[in-house]
């Protein structure tokens, strides 16, 4: 009898595993390439930087050989995974500035970037969004553009908070350190510091921005970025980290809608990207969320 028990035992044994033979397969190069290069094509047709794409792509090819997955699913795991990579480049953004403020304050934000990258306006929309609960103050830090800080001065008015300036060409470390020394003395929570629009190429301005950075020691320090600078924001990022920042603020993202830069960025810097600028007005701030981006850039209408 036990020998009947273990032929039936047997039996079982096989057609499980022929049954999982035929639901069930490992995956080999073969059968993702295909599925592999779509999302590439994807990734790039968002505008990821071709570096990126040839990272996490490979990534993938590595994770996902081997590995045993139900034959009807096979894209849902490619995609998923993909999914997944992106959330993991992606950092959590968290919520640096509450947390600042929740660990003692004044809380000194200094914002940094390329010409034009939103700097002013971000620091608008961020006064905004933290005004009615919490005591602002803003800091002129361009002191060399022309009517930058006329620029930020409206800003100061329409918000109705105070703005700390010097004159045109003064020393904007003065300005910001000025500022903080403000804050102390009125009980003022937050302090959101200007600076100018610079490039790497701009020696003084980044040496300026270097003795602003040792002279007020900023809680944080914010890049501003603009997704129209395409797969030139890996460039940029770059050029910045010499000086050193914690957290990106990915603006026009209104303008650009293809979401490739916030990856390419993330992956380049692994810095969280905190907000996303979405207009002109001071209500255009979003948090950034990981998971959305991953959703749009893996999803398969493209
Ligand atoms: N559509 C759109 N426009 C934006 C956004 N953020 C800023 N802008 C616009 O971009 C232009 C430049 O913005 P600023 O805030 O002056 O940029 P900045 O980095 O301070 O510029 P500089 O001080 O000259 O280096 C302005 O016309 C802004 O209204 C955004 O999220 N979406
Ligand atoms: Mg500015």
Known sequence: MPMFGDLKDSIKDFSEKAKSAVVEKELSEDDIDDLLWDLEMQLLQNNVAQMVVDELIEELRDDLVGKTVKRTEVETVVRD???????????DPGEPIEEELASGTPTEALFMGFNGSGKTTTIAK?????????EIVLAAGDTFRSAAIDQLEEHGD???LKVISHDYGSDAAAVIYDAKEHAEKEGKDLILADT??????DTNLMDELDKICRVNEPDLKFLVVDALAGNDVVNQAEQYEEIGFDAIV???VDVDKKGGAALSLGHVTGRPIVY???GQDYDDLERFNPEQLADDLVDSSG
């Open 126 to 134: 961020i006064a905004a969004a933290f005004k009615d609960e919490y």
């Open 276 to 278: 996303l600028g979405t």
């Open 81 to 91: 995974s993909l999914h997944d990579a992106i959330v993991d480049v992606l950092k």
């Open 158 to 160: 329409n918000l109705g």
């Open 196 to 201: 100018a629009g610079r490039s790497h190429e």
């Open 250 to 252: 990915l603006t026009k």
